[in-house]
């Protein structure tokens, strides 16, 4: 019902910013609470961010708090990861995530119903 797709990862060196796009098909992403997880070599894949439908509440992982920023724009069906202060433990592919209950601000990835294909973000040092 709900597909997604992730765009703007690349290299970076440490310090610098990224952006990432999360666009979703047909006009259902206001009816969903959005988050993006990413999931580093070897690791198992964590939260990084959500945002409300109706995005008024956000909430963050402790280790990009104060650095990432989710925002949304329902009418174009976009979700965005604005990233600063890139660290090289930031490396990882990023996935973006619907979650079905519009109000729910989950951290965990079983709350989730559709996800992206992910997207490889690559700090340097």
């Known amino acids: 019902q709900v597909q997604l797709v992730e765009s703007g990862g690349g290299l970076v060196q440490a310090g610098d910013s990224l952006r990432l796009s999360c666009a979703a098909s047909?006009?259902?992403?206001?009816?969903?609470?959005m988050g993006w997880f990413r999931q580093g070599p070897g690791k198992e894949r964590a939260f990084v961010a959500t945002?409300?439908?109706?995005?008024?509440?956000?909430a963050y992982a402790d280790g990009v708090k104060g650095r990432f920023t989710i925002s949304r724009d329902n009418p174009k069906s976009m979700v965005y990861l604005q990233m600063r202060s890139l660290k090289p433990e930031d490396t990882a592919v990023y996935y973006c995530a619907a979650n079905p209950r519009p109000n729910q601000s989950s951290a965990y990835p079983t709350d989730y119903t559709y996800w992206g294909q992910g997207t490889q973000v690559t700090v340097s040092s």
């Open positions: 047909g006009p259902f992403l206001n009816g969903y609470s």
């Open positions: 945002i409300t439908s109706s995005g008024l509440y956000t």
